[in-house]
């Protein structure tokens, strides 16, 4: 159990620092220039809805399953 939390949050963590990183870089070749601040925002964003996602279709594999 606590390898398991330790993964996701690595997992979620480095995720979050890539999405911030990656609009810091590639927001700008398309004219977008945010501030750190709003690229954490959005990298917040993205990250509760992916795991909102893996969550769910979990969730329906399980039940499938059974």
Request: overall charge positive; hydrophobic content about 55%; glycine content about 6%.
């Amino acid at each position: 159990m606590k390898n398991d939390i330790f993964e996701s949050v690595i997992d979620v963590g480095s995720g979050f620092l890539l999405a911030v990183l990656i609009q810091l870089l590639i927001f700008p070749l398309f004219g977008l220039y945010p501030s750190i601040f709003d690229s954490m925002g959005i990298a917040l964003i993205f990250t509760v809805v992916s795991m909102t996602r893996s969550a769910l279709w979990r969730r329906y594999f399980r039940k499938k399953r059974s």
